[in-house]
């Protein structure tokens, strides 16, 4: 009776121990399980985007990997790792494999956000660790820039089947030294059946270019317009033998002076930056290159008084009674004088981008030959008053230059820039007015420039408003020369006061002849 009653007993036992046994299998099972996808969880290195709104895009791709259980690895340890194993911040394709190694990571994530016209688009590109290859490309669109924020929740789902097929970086074999076969055939009677060298394959569409990441341009052709304002001022000692009342042996100090009226005269004219290498598949020097730059005047005229005959040096007084005193007046109050400017400069530029994307900054040399003339026609300053006439100008110059540009948002740069120019000469005119000794001008521009990428016109334009202020100093030596050819010594351009045959009058202190330019810029860069 005992034993019967028991025995079922002994089977519920038995059911529950086999029971237990199962659970206890199956959370050993689960526990691996989730071990196994903890160790499985891939590591991923998101570089920075580029383009508006990047930095956000990037931030929303992310947090929606981590959510996911991607292993993220920032920009930063991005870079430091390619510095330390490249050598430079900047990473290339082929260069992926051995920044990996050093990450740990199975994959490279980078993403451009663009806009064009009305439409917002981000393109994020999955490169294989293992050889740098680019495995796929997921991207969005919309009419706004926040409907590229559904990255945010669908990041993860696009790019998850490209990091699906990621693998990781494998370090190279160690090359081991190999022990030539003794019983091998001589090299003469082997055959050749090596393979012929494949040909590597070219990049796939679409993949990113060093060149146009970092910016260059290998071309730059822009319109300039603006203006142009004139300031210069001096003051001279002059013979008191030519001011009424005509007496011999004073000083008299006067003054002569330039001022353009309002921000002065319109300015048009073109430039043109060429750098040959940029346009080559992988280029060395895509920074360096030759820069063209002219200006020239529009609705610029000048005017002053004409002489008057009362007030020039009767000829008797210089032993020539016969000659007409004030021959040179006209009989006109005002004289218009013919005037133009221009500009031309030529030279070499290097315009390297310091910078790890197209922000910058970049830093710009140069060094070139450059003219600036101020013409003011010698037969109208002939007609004027002895003490409003001020000479043409003919400066020219070796121009050495440095500046730099940075990007506040990558459509959007400031510049700064200094140069300064070794003067070689300012001109005949200029020498037989003021003295025929004076030696070459020296100068120096300091300038500014805010610039505008202008995507949502055309790719590549571009608009820039710039200040720019410059100086030429002369100093003038020597005694002035004739109007024409030959002439007598009352008909000199203002003939400087002489003691003992040398000038101890004129113009004693350096000339300042000050600028100051306002541009509008539009142009075309080719990337």
């Given at each position: 009776m005992m034993s019967w009653v028991q025995r079922p007993r002994c089977r519920a036992l038995q059911r529950v121990c086999r029971r237990s046994g199962s659970l206890a299998r199956a959370s050993i099972l689960l526990l691996a399980l989730g071990a196994a996808t903890a160790s499985a969880q891939p590591r991923v290195a998101v570089e920075r985007f580029s383009g508006p709104q990047s930095a956000q895009m990037r931030s929303l791709l992310v947090e929606s990997l981590r959510e996911n259980g991607v292993i993220v690895i920032d920009d930063a340890e991005v870079r430091r790792a390619a510095m330390e194993t490249l050598g430079r911040s900047t990473v290339r394709d082929d260069d992926y494999p051995r920044v990996a190694q050093a990450l740990d990571v199975v994959a490279f994530v980078s993403g451009r956000v663009s806009r064009a016209?009305?439409?917002?688009?981000?393109?994020?590109?999955?490169?294989?660790?293992?050889?740098?290859?680019?495995?796929?490309?997921?991207?969005?669109?919309?009419?706004?820039?926040?409907?590229?924020?559904?990255?945010?929740?669908t990041g993860h789902a696009r790019v998850a089947e490209h990091l699906a097929l990621a693998q990781p970086a494998i370090p190279p074999p160690e090359v081991q030294a190999?022990?030539?076969?003794?019983?091998?055939?001589?090299?003469?009677?082997?055959?050749?059946?090596?393979?012929?060298?494949?040909?590597?394959?070219?990049?796939?569409?679409?993949?990113?270019?060093?060149?146009?990441?970092?910016?260059?341009?290998?071309?730059?052709?822009?319109?300039?317009?603006g203006t142009l304002r004139r300031s210069m001022r001096t003051e001279v000692l002059v013979d008191s033998t030519f001011r009424p009342p005509f007496e011999g042996g004073g000083r008299l100090a006067e003054e002569r002076q330039y001022q353009s009226a309002g921000i002065g005269h319109m300015e048009l004219g073109f430039s043109l930056e060429l750098f040959p290498d940029a346009f080559t598949s992988d280029p060395s020097v895509p920074w360096l290159g030759l820069v063209l730059q002219y200006r020239h005047s529009l609705l610029l005229d000048s005017q002053g008084p004409s002489c008057l005959i009362a007030q020039e040096p009767p000829p008797s007084n210089f032993g020539d009674p016969d000659a007409a005193r004030g021959?040179?007046?006209?009989?006109?109050?005002?004289?218009?004088?013919?005037?133009?400017?221009?500009?031309?400069?030529?030279?070499?530029?290097?315009?390297?981008?310091?910078g790890d994307d197209i922000r910058g900054p970049w830093l710009t040399f140069d060094a070139g030959y450059g003219l600036f003339q101020f013409v003011l026609d010698p037969r109208d300053l002939a007609l004027l008053d002895r003490t409003t006439i001020v000479p043409p100008?003919?400066?020219?110059?070796?121009?050495?230059?440095?500046?730099?540009?940075?990007?506040?948002?990558?459509?959007?740069?400031?510049?700064?820039?200094?140069?300064?120019?070794?003067g070689l000469g300012v001109g005949q005119d200029a020498r037989r007015i003021w003295g025929m000794d004076t030696g070459p001008a020296s100068g120096f521009t300091v300038g500014g420039e805010l610039r505008h990428e202008m995507p949502y016109i055309g790719k590549g334009v571009f608009a820039a408003l710039g200040v720019e202020w410059f100086r030429f100093t002369t100093s003038f030596r020597g005694q002035s020369s004739c109007i024409v050819a030959e002439c007598a010594e009352y008909e000199l351009w203002e003939p400087w006061p002489e003691r003992d045959g040398v000038v101890d009058g004129g113009i004693r202190d350096p000339v300042r002849d000050e600028y100051l330019r306002l541009s509008l810029t539009l142009g075309y860069a080719y990337r």
């Open positions: 016209r009305r439409q917002w688009s981000l393109r994020v590109v999955v490169h294989n660790a293992a050889d740098g290859m680019r495995i796929g490309v997921a991207g969005w669109s919309g009419r706004t820039v926040a409907s590229l924020r559904a990255v945010r929740r190999t022990v030539p076969d003794p019983d091998a055939p001589p090299w003469y009677r082997r055959e050749d059946d090596e393979p012929p060298p494949s040909t590597p394959e070219a990049p796939p569409p679409g993949a990113p270019d060093p060149r146009r990441d970092r910016g260059y341009a290998g071309l730059r052709i822009s319109v300039l317009g021959a040179r007046c006209p009989d006109r109050d005002v004289v218009p004088v013919r005037t133009r400017q221009q500009e031309l400069y030529a030279g070499i530029r290097a315009e390297p981008n310091v100008f003919d400066y020219r110059h070796i121009q050495l230059g440095a500046g730099i540009r940075y990007g506040l948002h990558p459509l959007l740069f400031l510049g700064a820039r200094f140069s300064y120019r070794i």
